[in-house]
Structures are given as structure tokens and as C-alpha cells.
């Protein structure tokens, strides 16, 4: 079986488990993918989990209660290492909208809000310069999965 055989299938709306490499897991859903595949937009929660959770619990689950929703790379969904989980019955792609992200240059210090296109998580559709240094928003980046896998102690601790 050839590599591209092996890879795993998502779409939108898929839940999926992150593990730390302790036994902890956090929850994750793929809120956007580009058919081309490679960055998705992901709202990840902070709830410490012992073992990836069944569907019916991941339904409660809302985006405003997610620690973060950022763009990430999918080489662990494909390769299967963050076990897909299902989809829900209650996925409603409205409600897990594309958020906008903060760019700061760090030569210069300005400060943009860049907007990404609701059907391509790596397609800019906008980047408008502002005068606040700190929007509060996510940083706009592509965490690679080991990132991901770092920065989950830091999101169970705020949770």
C-alpha cells in the first residue's frame, strides 16, 4: 500500500483527539479544509481528557468556549496520529466561522488584521493596517503539529 493510500480522509466538521504524550488528550474540529488539503482552520478546547471522547459529548461542545481557533498543517490528521473521531449531528459550518488573525511585523511594529477566505484557510482576502498594537487576536501563523502538541499544557492550564 502506497503512502497516499494510507492517508486519512477529512472534511469539515470532523472532530478529531490531540494527544500530549502523557495521556492527555484535548478536542479538536475542523472547522475549515480546502479540498487542496495542507492548512486547516481547527477550534481546539481546553478540556483534559484521559482517552479521545465519544461523539455525544463532543456535541456540547460550542465555539466560544474553545481556548483557540487557529490554522494549523494536517500531517497528523492524515497520518492518522490525531485520531479522527466523527462528525456530530448539530455541525452547523455557520456557527464555526473563520476568525480574523493579528500579523505583527516585528522590524517595523506595525500591526495588520488579516482575513482569510471562508472556503480556503491559506487564500488572504484581507490585511488592514491598525494602530493598536495588541488586537487580542490569535497571531496569524500555521502551527505545525508538534506545536500543537507543545501548547497543550498551556491550554489545559487556562481552561
Known amino acids: 500500500m502506497s503512502q497516499a493510500e494510507k492517508r486519512v480522509k477529512y472534511?469539515?466538521?470532523?472532530?478529531?483527539a490531540v494527544p500530549d504524550g502523557s495521556g492527555a488528550y484535548m478536542a479538536g474540529v475542523l472547522a475549515r479544509a480546502h479540498k487542496s488539503h495542507g492548512v486547516i482552520l481547527v477550534y481546539l478546547f481546553?478540556?483534559?481528557l484521559t482517552a479521545p471522547p465519544p461523539l455525544e459529548?463532543?456535541?456540547?461542545?460550542?465555539?466560544?468556549?474553545?481556548?483557540?481557533?487557529?490554522?494549523?498543517?494536517?500531517?497528523?490528521?492524515?497520518?492518522?496520529?490525531?485520531?479522527?473521531?466523527?462528525?456530530?449531528?448539530?455541525?452547523?459550518?455557520?456557527?464555526?466561522g473563520m476568525p480574523a488573525f493579528q500579523r505583527r511585523d516585528p522590524?517595523?511594529?506595525?500591526?495588520?488584521?488579516?482575513?482569510?477566505?471562508?472556503?480556503?484557510?491559506?487564500?488572504?482576502?484581507s490585511l488592514r493596517r491598525v494602530a493598536t498594537p495588541d488586537t487580542g487576536l490569535e497571531t496569524?501563523?500555521?502551527?505545525?503539529?508538534?506545536?500543537?502538541?507543545?501548547?497543550?499544557?498551556?491550554w489545559l492550564s487556562v481552561s
Do not use: M, Q
Open 46 to 48: 481546553g478540556r483534559r
Open 11 to 16: 472534511s469539515e466538521g470532523d472532530w478529531f
Open 57 to 96: 459529548e463532543l456535541a456540547a461542545f460550542r465555539p466560544e468556549r474553545a481556548v483557540s481557533a487557529i490554522r494549523i498543517g494536517d500531517l497528523h490528521i492524515i497520518d492518522g496520529k490525531w485520531p479522527l473521531l466523527g462528525k456530530t449531528g448539530n455541525w452547523d459550518r455557520r456557527e464555526w
Open 107 to 125: 522590524l517595523s511594529g506595525k500591526t495588520h488584521i488579516v482575513t482569510y477566505d471562508e472556503n480556503d484557510p491559506r487564500r488572504i482576502v
Open 140 to 154: 496569524d501563523s500555521v502551527w505545525g503539529a508538534g506545536a500543537v502538541e507543545r501548547h497543550i499544557p498551556k
